[in-house]
């Protein structure tokens, strides 16, 4: 079975344009968001949009040797649905590039349920029953799965953010199973999204070598300065079809 990450990425995010090409500790934030991925030994597919705006994206990715799949802005589920029939992957590992600093472990964990379920309706994820920090999301499912909800889905949202349609079941055969840890960590946040945000993510990287930490030690820093926690603690996630 051919598995393959797929991230999404673009430059034109309404609340912190140019986000994933920010940068900490001199480097792009994309560049350490593709760091993360490619420590897992699984091929990385860059979706991102056909706009002009997004040919850094497609530049840097391609500078490390990686697949750029461009496509739709808005149709998303269309983007990924391409991108992994252009990549023959079976099955799909969906990230956002907004989490530069995911875990590899985590990702390799959901891909080891995934695969031992051995069901191509199967949904895995660590955002079913939140547990991880905002940040750490991964979800694996079938790539036929995702070409029947890009076949199958009609609803703006379901489009734009690619995964409801699995997870909420609409077909009526998703399984859907969790990636959980102890103890809970969901009230951190380390994904990228406010001005806020990226400070945190600055400080972690820049003052805590954040970059080559696992979950585990992510959490830990962020339990050891509360302060950190405090800088994005009042951030709101923007709501599906926001």
């Known amino acids: 079975m051919k ?3 797929i991230t999404q990425a673009r430059m034109t995010s309404t609340r912190l344009p140019g986000k994933v090409m920010l940068t900490a500790a001199g480097r792009p934030l994309l560049d350490i968001h593709l760091d993360r991925l490619s420590a897992t030994d699984l091929p990385v597919i860059v979706a991102t949009t056909t706009n002009a705006a997004d040919d850094p994206i497609a530049g840097l990715a391609g500078s490390r040797g990686l697949t750029v799949f461009r496509g739709s802005e808005e149709d998303v589920l269309g983007r990924f649905a391409g991108a992994a029939d252009e990549a023959g992957l079976d099955a799909v590992v969906r990230v956002t590039s907004d989490c530069p600093l995911l875990d590899p472990e985590v990702i390799g964990d959901a891909v080891r349920l ?3 379920l ?3 309706d199967a949904y895995v994820s660590n955002v079913i029953e939140r547990t991880y920090p905002r940040g750490l999301d991964v979800e694996v499912f079938s790539a036929a799965a995702l070409a ?3 076949a199958s889905a009609t609803d703006p949202s379901d489009r734009e953010h690619v995964t409801p349609y699995l997870y909420a079941n609409r077909s009526g055969r998703t399984t859907l199973r969790s ?4 103890p809970d960590a969901s009230r951190h946040r380390i994904t990228l999204d406010t001005a ?3 400070t945190v993510i600055r400080r972690l990287i820049e003052d805590h ?3 080559r930490l696992d979950a585990a030690g992510l959490v830990a ?6 302060e950190l926690t405090a800088i994005n603690a009042h951030v709101e996630q923007k709501k599906l079809g926001g």
Not at 179 to 182: E, L, M
């Open 114 to 116: 995934f695969t031992e």
């Open 3 to 5: 598995v393959g990450i």
């Open 148 to 150: 029947d909800a890009d």
């Open 118 to 120: 051995n069901d191509p």
């Open 209 to 211: 070598d954040a970059a």
């Open 221 to 226: 820093v962020l339990d050891a300065h509360p």
């Open 179 to 182: 990636i959980t840890r102890t």
């Open 196 to 198: 806020d945000d990226l």
